[in-house]
């Protein structure tokens, strides 16, 4: 079983920076692609980026070039670095590893842009 955790949410005002981490237990990390996914309230829940286990990086277009994704697999860790945020940005965003067909989902931390 593979828990996932989520930290570095927050509140900011809009044009500021935060870093998302989620924390990964178990041994499949390294060969897992993980991904962060956003849910704004009365939205569905939407891909913000990915990174498989070799590097590959995909980006929802509304994020590329403010965000970044990226990982230690030394510490089972995945990040996100969040620049120029918008209040459009305001969401919970969620941890997500994928190994195979196999999906496992953190609980979430809260991200509130102002503006």
């Known amino acids: 079983q593979v828990q996932l955790v989520e930290s570095g949410g927050g509140l900011v005002q809009a044009g500021g920076s935060l870093r998302l981490s989620c924390a990964a237990s178990?041994?499949?990390?390294?060969?897992?692609?993980m991904g962060w996914y956003r849910q704004a309230p009365g939205k569905a829940r939407e891909l913000v980026a990915r990174?498989?286990?070799?590097?590959?990086?995909t980006y929802a277009d509304s994020v590329k070039g403010r965000f970044t994704i990226s990982r230690d697999n030394a510490k089972n860790t995945v990040y996100l670095q969040m620049n120029s945020l918008k209040p459009e940005d305001t969401a919970v965003y969620y941890c997500?590893?994928?190994?195979?067909?196999?999906?496992?989902w953190g609980k979430g931390t809260l991200v509130t842009v102002s503006s």
């Open positions: 997500r590893l994928e190994n195979g067909a196999i999906y496992y």
């Open positions: 178990g041994s499949i990390f390294s060969f897992s692609t």
């Open positions: 990174i498989s286990s070799g590097g590959t990086t």
